[in-house]
């Protein structure tokens, strides 16, 4: 993943998208940096972890900016969202995540609420690059109460 945006960053720069190229240099610095604190290459599951945390970074600055009316900086944070959302898979849709964490449950057994984190583990471990866990822990939190 790491040489596809290293190869983005080329084209954008090519291409004269500035804006673009300060953002995906700034994916890349992030990628860098972590792959320096593990001194070894990232796998693909944990780029795009980095890349998850980095758009809720920016979700969360997103909506603080439109809280304080500060729209410039606010398109900003979005411009860099979709930039982020590139990269990353596409995620699950909630009906999918559902079905899924009816499976777990109907497979792992799990019956009450105290075998919610076996249910998310299973499910992180079979999906976790691919399916948003906020939306995973509520729903298994619903289905395990019912």
Do not use: C, W
């Amino acid at each position: 993943m790491k040489d596809i945006i290293e190869r983005d960053i080329k084209a954008l720069m090519k291409s004269g998208e500035k804006r673009k190229v300060e953002i995906v240099r700034f994916i890349l610095s992030h990628l860098k940096n972590e792959e320096k604190e593990k001194k070894r290459d990232l796998e693909t599951s944990e780029t795009i972890q980095i890349l998850k945390r980095l758009l809720k970074r920016n979700h969360e600055s997103f909506d603080q900016f439109n809280k304080a009316g500060r729209d410039d900086l606010a398109s900003k944070e979005k411009e860099e969202i979709e930039v982020i959302q590139n990269y990353l898979p596409e995620e699950i849709s909630e009906d999918d995540v559902i079905k899924i964490i009816k499976d777990t449950i109907a497979s792992s057994g799990a019956s009450s609420i105290k075998e919610m984190g076996k249910v998310i583990g299973l499910i992180k471990k079979s999906h976790g690059d691919n399916v948003d866990m906020s939306l995973v822990s509520k729903h298994v939190k619903t289905l395990l109460n019912q």
